[in-house]
């Protein structure tokens, strides 16, 4: 290591040159320059088949019928509400009727009756429909 003695030769002590500050904008330019370049981005190549595409099939969305129960005995079918049984049921043969290919959804509020489950049940069984899905409200009770 190199020792420059102060005392006797006064005059190096001026000369020295003091690297520190160039080397912090040596490394703040070094830091800059690998935050901007520009990242190799990978890619993976894939071969599609030529072949097969008449084999692909489209995707078939089936429509459905969604009957929902609420409570004090209402019904809505599709989002067209009703009071009572009656008109929900002569609402439901015709959109039956109109989408024979349609699923059948039973939405269910938690605290609907089940007289109102067994009643569009026996109408479904009667009418031989089966419902897709039966859906209820899961939320806790208090």
């Given at each position: 290591?190199i020792?420059?003695e102060?005392?006797?030769?006064?005059g190096?002590?001026?000369?020295?040159v003091?690297?520190?500050?160039?080397?912090d904008?040596?490394f703040?330019?070094l830091?800059?320059?690998?935050?901007?370049a520009?990242?190799v981005?990978?890619?993976?190549?894939?071969?599609?088949?030529?072949?097969?595409a008449?084999?692909?099939?489209?995707?078939?969305?089936?429509?459905?019928?969604?009957?929902?129960?609420?409570?004090?005995?209402?019904?809505?079918?599709n989002?067209?509400?009703?009071?009572?049984w009656?008109?929900?049921?002569?609402?439901?043969?015709?959109a039956?009727?109109?989408?024979?290919?349609?699923?059948?959804?039973?939405?269910?509020?938690?605290?609907?009756?089940?007289?109102?489950?067994?009643?569009l049940?026996a109408?479904?069984q009667?009418?031989?429909?089966?419902?897709?899905?039966i859906?209820?409200?899961?939320?806790?009770t208090?």
């Amino acid at each position: 290591m190199i020792h420059i003695e102060t005392e006797q030769h006064s005059g190096f002590s001026d000369l020295a040159v003091d690297l520190t500050p160039m080397i912090d904008i040596l490394f703040i330019v070094l830091v800059f320059f690998i935050l901007t370049a520009n990242p190799v981005e990978h890619a993976l190549k894939v071969d599609l088949p030529a072949k097969g595409a008449e084999q692909a099939q489209a995707l078939i969305v089936k429509k459905s019928i969604q009957i929902t129960l609420f409570t004090e005995g209402k019904w809505a079918i599709n989002e067209h509400k009703f009071s009572d049984w009656s008109p929900t049921k002569i609402a439901l043969k015709a959109a039956i009727e109109n989408a024979p290919e349609s699923e059948i959804v039973i939405a269910s509020a938690r605290n609907a009756s089940v007289e109102q489950l067994l009643e569009l049940m026996a109408f479904l069984q009667q009418e031989n429909l089966q419902a897709a899905q039966i859906m209820m409200d899961s939320a806790t009770t208090p």
